[in-house]
């Protein structure tokens, strides 16, 4: 939009006189960021309505994307940057003397979400409206994000995390005229509806109200505005003597309260199916409610709807799509299942069974009665058919919703829908071949891929300015709006002065970086060394306990070696495990004691130092990942389903250490084997190991002096504070045979690190690997990804009034 500065610093002052009261000589940082948010609310409200005025003229078609995750972290900074008025912001701050880092700090993370699962859901919200596809979100108004991370004695210690705070979510609007209520528990029974149909009669059902709050989602430079909705629980008012004391109260509001801290395994929680079933029921009724005020027919709902459903967790959809239509809409079953599954589409995010949910009969017909009913009706006629199509019993079985007393809520979502996706090529490719592998011999054409992608706007313009100027100078600003262009720079990799100038700007990356280091934790560190970072949730499979144990194999090379040559390297970690994620834990608690082991051995002095850096999230991803030279994606093999972070790293300029795992290998193809430092076993070897059951860890120990002596470091004494931790760790790898193949993988590890030093130790060399990866990073832009989304799943068309720029 078209805003002077003079105009912006009129507004703003404006807003913070009558709106906060207050002026700017006494303001206060978090003062100062409502006012400017209330200010930029005012530049973007026309836009919304208009969006949502022509959305229902032209009878747009409309995707809603379902997910109880949605990570956008700050987001002053995106709805200024897509605005196109960020530098005039700036300017203006400037000019009134305001620090706009300091404002924009003020803002505490939206993190209702766990990791990459719900990072990518916003991604995706950010690029349908940049891309100007009408594609909405739907969600929960958790009260609590992903808690927040202390580290106390090394051990991860776990508190609320209040987002809300004093401020609330400055940028939602919350819209009464969709508040919908949402039915449990109780007792259904079928009475005839008077019309040769039956219709269900509910008796001690719990009602409660679900009410919409709305957030805009601006795309950049064209003046779209589409939303998030995020719903709230609230008690109706006719329903108050049910609930008299603030216990009872306070029971219900639970179903918003928290984000479930967990991205490994289903809790099994009533208190999380209520969570799921709540959001889905209240997102599709309202959806319904607004087609229908199209005036067409609903059994073509198709046309003009699509649901996508992120990961099991809103795999509910197609039950309660059915419900709605059959039970409130009068619609026959046929004709509601032809509209159900053309509607429905779904994402999977895992191959890990444990997060595949599967809710008990007994608790899901308690909670859920009339769904449940139409669960076993779709799961008989599914195996009715598949039976009449000639399908074989035990392929049946395999595929059925309802089995062992289970109700299977990937196999609803599959067989209530179109189309089924993974998130990068191995992935789709292990659940048409392992994990799905029943559903895709039935169903082939359902299947399809859609690599995750990242929104460069973030991790670029707003995480790393520096370097968007220095790309600006060699390529020019084309890329800023066309990402593609970012491929200009290939011509300049072994450009001399345009390496010096990339090296610069990392270098002023890891400043940054090693002053907050210093400031949080104590720890001194220096740019002259490699930063080597690995920032993700903790788990096992994504082997963090691989990296500290190179790092312990660098500190016995430097003990019996004091006077070798050694190249510094700093070991920066970031991550959460989940609460009841007991060996998660003990790792974070090995880092922190290893850091205080090396960080404080004068021997050892800088050319080795360990940093864990507590309450990893968004907004200090974007100080870290800019800063990185090596980005560790070194998952076992086939576990990772893609990824999302080795992509930030890759368009910031570091390089990858990584297994043939997830998306990393779609980053080896785009940047060559040269540019990449790849190592360990691929998916076929670690699938062999299985079909073989030849893998033996403690052979490798026994044989192995070197590994032999990583190992017993976690158990001997050495890194003190933490025998209990150590001797699970040991434990893990010898007497459990070491489920993740760690030790298999760590010879190749450490002469990967080593060729990885050897790289280094040539800047021109590493330059050119560093400058490629920017270059070629393109490819993982979620602009696209949500392109493919949008006409391979579900068949949107651009909106014609999306396609200006402002
Ligand atoms: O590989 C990542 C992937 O990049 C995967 O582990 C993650 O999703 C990312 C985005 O596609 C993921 N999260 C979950 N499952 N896969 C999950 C499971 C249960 C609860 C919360 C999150």
């Keep these: 939009m078209e805003l002077t500065t003079e105009q912006f610093i009129h507004d703003f002052e404006l807003t913070l006189n009558e709106q906060q009261q207050t002026i700017l000589s006494t303001a206060t940082p978090s003062e100062l960021f409502v006012a400017l948010a209330h200010t930029i609310r005012q530049y973007y409200t026309p836009l919304w309505i208009e969006r949502n005025k022509k959305l229902q003229e032209n009878k747009d078609k409309i995707a809603y994307y379902f997910s109880v995750e949605f990570l956008p972290g700050r987001m002053l900074e995106t709805n200024l940057l897509n605005l196109g008025i960020l530098d005039v912001v700036k300017e203006g701050f400037a000019q009134l003397g305001i620090d706009f880092t300091q404002v924009k700090q003020a803002e505490h993370d939206m993190a209702l979400g766990n990791g990459g699962l719900g990072r990518l859901a916003a991604a995706f919200m950010d690029s349908l409206a940049t891309t100007g596809y009408a594609g909405f979100g739907n969600g929960l108004r958790y009260k609590y994000g992903l808690f927040k991370q202390r580290i106390v004695n090394g051990y991860q210690v776990e508190l609320p995390d209040a987002w809300f705070g004093s401020i609330g979510n400055v940028w939602e609007t919350r819209k009464?005229?969709?508040?919908?209520?949402?039915?449990?528990?109780?007792?259904?029974?079928?009475?005839?509806?008077?019309?040769?149909?039956?219709?269900?009669?509910?008796?001690?059902a719990q009602v409660l109200r679900a009410v919409p709050y709305d957030v805009p989602q601006l795309g950049y430079g064209n003046g779209v505005v589409n939303n998030l909705r995020l719903w709230d629980v609230e008690i109706p008012e006719e329903y108050e003597l049910s609930y008299p004391t603030i216990e009872d109260r306070r029971r219900v509001e639970d179903i918003t309260a928290v984000l479930y801290p967990d991205d490994s395994s289903d809790e099994g929680k009533k208190l999380r199916l209520m969570q799921e079933y709540f959001m889905t029921s209240a997102g599709l009724q309202t959806i319904v409610k607004s087609y229908l005020k199209l005036g067409l027919p609903l059994e073509r709902i198709y046309e003009k709807v699509s649901v996508h459903i992120n990961d099991t967790h809103p795999a509910v959809a197609p039950a309660e799509f059915m419900r709605i239509l059959i039970d409130e809409y009068g619609l026959e079953w046929d004709d509601a299942w032809n509209a159900t599954q053309k509607v429905m589409s779904y994402t999977n995010h895992t191959i890990l069974s444990e997060a595949l949910e599967k809710w008990h009969t007994g608790l899901f017909a308690h909670v859920l009665p009339r769904v449940y009913q139409i669960i076993v009706e779709i799961d008989n006629r599914y195996a009715a058919q598949m039976s009449a199509q000639g399908v074989d019993y035990e392929t049946i079985e395999n595929t059925r919703i309802v089995r062992n007393n289970q109700v299977h809520m990937a196999h609803l979502a599959i067989i209530g829908g179109h189309s089924v996706n993974g998130v990068a090529q191995i992935h789709t490719e292990l659940l048409k071949e392992d994990t799905l592998r029943d559903f895709y011999k039935v169903s082939p054409e359902k299947f399809n891929n859609k690599t995750n992608g990242i929104v460069q706007r973030r991790w670029t313009q707003i995480a790393a300015p520096g370097l968007s100027k220095t790309i600006d100078k060699w390529i020019g600003q084309g890329w800023r709006s066309d990402i593609h262009e970012l491929r200009k720079l290939n011509e300049y990799v072994d450009n001399s002065q345009a390496q010096a100038d990339f090296w610069e700007v990392k270098q002023l990356a890891k400043q940054r970086l090693a002053d907050y280091i210093e400031q949080t934790t104590g720890v001194h560190v220096t740019t002259d060394a490699i930063f080597d970072v690995q920032v993700k949730r903790l788990h096992a499979y994504k082997r963090q306990l691989l990296n500290v144990m190179h790092i312990i194999k660098l500190y016995w090379d430097i003990k019996d070696n004091p006077e070798g040559e050694f190249t510094p390297r700093?070991?920066?970690?970031?991550?959460?495990?989940?609460?009841?994620?007991?060996?998660?834990?003990?790792?974070?608690?090995?880092?922190?004691?290893?850091?205080?082991?090396?960080?404080?051995?004068?021997?050892?002095?800088?050319?080795?130092?360990?940093?864990?850096?507590?309450?990893?999230?968004?907004?200090?991803?974007?100080l870290i990942i800019p800063a990185a030279n090596v980005s560790e994606q070194i998952s076992l093999a086939s576990k990772e389903a893609?990824?999302?972070?080795?992509?930030?790293?890759?368009m910031t300029g570091a390089v990858t250490m990584a297994?043939?795992?997830?998306?990393?290998?779609?980053?080896?193809?785009?940047?060559?084997?040269?540019?990449?430092?790849?190592?360990?076993?691929?998916?076929?070897?670690?699938?062999?190991?299985?079909a073989t059951r030849d893998y033996y860890s403690r052979g490798i120990y026994d044989n192995d002096p070197v590994i032999h002596r990583v190992v017993n470091t976690f158990v001997d004494g050495t890194i003190p504070n933490c025998q209990r931790e150590g001797s699970e760790i040991f434990d893990a790898l010898i007497t459990y045979n070491d489920e993740y193949f760690l030790l298999q993988d760590f010879t190749s590890y450490v002469e990967a690190q080593e060729h990885?030093?050897?790289?280094?130790?040539?800047?021109?060399?590493?330059?050119?690997?560093?400058?490629?990866?920017?270059?070629?990073?393109?490819?993982?832009?979620?602009?696209?990804?949500?392109?493919?989304?949008?006409?391979?799943?579900?068949?949107?068309?651009?909106?014609?009034?999306?396609k200006h720029r402002i």
Excluded: C
């Excluded at 974070?588 to 404080?600: F, S």
């Excluded at 040269?674 to 190592?679: A, K, L, T």
């Design 756 to 802: 990885l030093t050897q790289l280094y130790a040539d800047r021109a060399r590493w330059m050119h690997m560093s400058m490629t990866n920017i270059a070629n990073s393109d490819k993982f832009t979620s602009d696209d990804t949500i392109r493919q989304y949008a006409q391979e799943i579900w068949n949107l068309s651009l909106p014609s009034h999306g």
């Design 659 to 690: 297994t043939l795992d997830g998306a990393n290998i779609e980053i080896k193809d785009e940047v060559g084997d040269d540019n990449i430092v790849i190592f360990g076993m691929t998916k076929d070897d670690v699938y062999n190991h299985y």
């Design 176 to 204: 009464d005229h969709d508040i919908v209520d949402v039915r449990f528990f109780g007792n259904v029974y079928m009475t005839d509806a008077g019309n040769g149909k039956l219709k269900p009669v509910y008796s001690d």
């Design 642 to 650: 893609s990824g999302t972070s080795n992509m930030k790293f890759m």
């Design 570 to 622: 700093v070991f920066i970690f970031g991550a959460k495990a989940a609460p009841g994620y007991h060996f998660a834990k003990s790792i974070i608690k090995i880092i922190n004691e290893l850091a205080n082991l090396i960080n404080n051995d004068e021997q050892i002095g800088d050319k080795l130092k360990v940093v864990f850096l507590e309450n990893y999230r968004v907004s200090l991803a974007e």
